[in-house]
C-alpha cells in the first residue's frame, strides 16, 4: 500500500488542522492505521492509531482529548483532526499501515508501510 499525508500548515495555538492520508490500492479496510510525529532533533514519537473497523482508538498522552483519528474506508483515507494545537504539536507528521495489530502499535518497527509527511507548525 502507498500512503500520501496532506493537509500541514501554519496555524497559531489554539487553532486547527485536518490531515489526511490517502492510501492505494483495495485493501485499505484491511490495515491498521497510525499517525506518527517528528519534531525537529527529536525521534518519531506515536500519536494515534485506528483499528480496522475504527472501532478501537489509542492515543498519545500528550494529544489525548485534542485530537481524534478516524477513517473512511469508501475513501482510502485516515484522518487526523487536530484542536487545541499548542507550539509543541510542531511536527512532521506520518501516517503509517500495517495489516497486523500490535500491542508495540506505539514503536515505529509496527507499521511496515510509511507516507512521505507533512509538516504541521504552530506559533505561539
Known amino acids: 500500500v502507498q500512503l500520501q499525508a496532506s493537509g500541514g500548515g501554519l496555524v497559531q495555538a489554539g487553532g486547527s488542522l485536518r490531515l489526511s492520508c490517502a492510501a492505494s490500492?483495495?485493501?485499505?479496510?484491511?490495515?491498521?492505521m497510525a499517525w506518527f510525529r517528528q519534531a525537529p532533533g527529536k525521534e518519531r514519537e506515536f500519536v494515534a492509531v485506528i483499528s480496522r473497523s475504527g472501532a478501537n482508538t489509542y492515543y498519545a498522552d500528550s494529544v489525548k482529548g485534542r485530537f481524534t483519528i478516524s477513517r473512511d474506508d469508501a475513501k482510502n483515507t485516515v484522518y487526523l483532526q487536530m484542536n487545541s494545537l499548542k507550539p509543541e504539536d510542531t511536527a512532521v507528521y506520518y501516517c503509517?499501515?500495517?495489516?497486523?495489530?500490535?500491542?508495540?502499535?506505539?514503536?515505529?518497527?509496527?507499521?511496515?508501510?510509511w507516507g512521505q509527511g507533512t509538516l504541521v507548525t504552530v506559533s505561539s
Open positions: 503509517a499501515a500495517d495489516p497486523y495489530f500490535s500491542t508495540s502499535y506505539d514503536y515505529t518497527s509496527a507499521y511496515k508501510y
Open positions: 490500492g483495495r485493501t485499505f479496510s484491511s490495515y491498521f
